[in-house]
C-alpha cells in the first residue's frame, strides 16, 4: 500500500521508455520498482519477449531509486524467457548499492550486469 500524508495517498510511479541504442534495443526504467509498480515493468518486459524472442535487451536501471525482490524476480523471469527463445538480457547498473545488492542475491550469476551503456 502507498504511504499515506496528510490524507492522501502518495503514488509511486514506474515509467519505462524503449529506444534502440545502436544494434541494441533498450528500456529505460525510472522511478521505483516494488509490488505496486511491477506491472509496468513485467507488461513491458513481456512485450519485448513476445515481439523479439531472439533479440538482446538492454534494460537500464540507472534511473530507479528503488527496487525490491519482486523487481528482481521478474528480471530473472524476462532473462529466462529471451534464452529460451535464443536471446538474452543485459542490465545496466551503476549504482554501488543495487551492484551489491546483485552479488548477495547471486542476481548477477544469472543475469549480466553492466556499469554503462558503454559496455554493453
Avoid: K, Q, W, Y
Avoid at 503514488?11 to 533498450?26: F, I, P
Avoid at 522511478?31 to 531472439?54: K, M, Q, W, Y
Avoid at 528482481?72 to 549504482?95: E, H, K, N, P
Amino acid at each position: 500500500m502507498a504511504p499515506r500524508s496528510a490524507g492522501r495517498v502518495a503514488t509511486v510511479e514506474l515509467n519505462v521508455r524503449r529506444a534502440s541504442v545502436g544494434a541494441a534495443e533498450v528500456l529505460h526504467v525510472s522511478g521505483e520498482i516494488d509490488l505496486a509498480t511491477i506491472p509496468v515493468l513485467h507488461n513491458a518486459l513481456v512485450r519485448f519477449s513476445n515481439e523479439s524472442p531472439c533479440a538482446v535487451l538492454v534494460v537500464d536501471l540507472d534511473g530507479v531509486s528503488a527496487c525490491d525482490d519482486s523487481g528482481l524476480g521478474v528480471l530473472l523471469g524476462a532473462a529466462g524467457r529471451l534464452r529460451d527463445g535464443g536471446g538474452d538480457l543485459v542490465v545496466v547498473c551503476s549504482d554501488e548499492s543495487f551492484c551489491s545488492r546483485f552479488a548477495r542475491t547471486g542476481f548477477d550469476r544469472a543475469v549480466r550486469v553492466v556499469p554503462s551503456m558503454a559496455a554493453v
